[in-house]
């Protein structure tokens, strides 16, 4: 059984930094992508960026690219999410996911695990 934890959110002010941190483990197969999305009240639940595990492949949002980096040490079966100059647009639950085929998708039903979320306040 694959669990996921995400930390690192909280309250900041526009344009500033977070790093969010998704502590994977269970059997991660090397080659799955996993990825964070996010959810703002109200909102659909949206890709922000991928990654896959072996080949570090990234993929990202339009409106993330520049602002956003994704990462993972698979030393230590962790993913990573860089936020830099956020917007209060950017508020909403940040959660992590391990998808279920092999190739990075923006659709959240083609991601079997989930974490419980984080939040990410900004700030105006």
């Known amino acids: 059984q694959v669990q996921l934890v995400e930390s690192g959110g909280g309250l900041v002010q526009a344009g500033d930094s977070l790093r969010l941190s998704c502590a994977a483990s269970?059997?991660?197969?090397?080659?799955?992508?996993m990825g964070w999305f996010r959810q703002a009240p109200g909102k659909e639940r949206e890709f922000v960026a991928g990654?896959?595990?072996?080949?570090?492949?990234?993929y990202y949002t339009d409106a993330m690219k520049g602002r956003f980096t994704i990462s993972r040490d698979n030393a230590k079966n962790t993913m990573y999410l860089q936020m830099d100059s956020l917007k209060p647009e950017d508020t909403a639950v940040y959660y992590c996911?391990?998808?279920?085929?092999?190739?990075?998708?923006?659709?959240?039903?083609?991601?079997?695990?989930w974490g419980q979320g984080t939040q990410v306040t900004v700030s105006s």
């Open positions: 269970g059997p991660i197969f090397s080659d799955k992508p």
């Open positions: 990654i896959r595990w072996s080949t570090m492949t990234t």
């Open positions: 996911a391990a998808a279920r085929g092999p190739t990075i998708t923006k659709n959240p039903n083609d991601y079997t695990y």
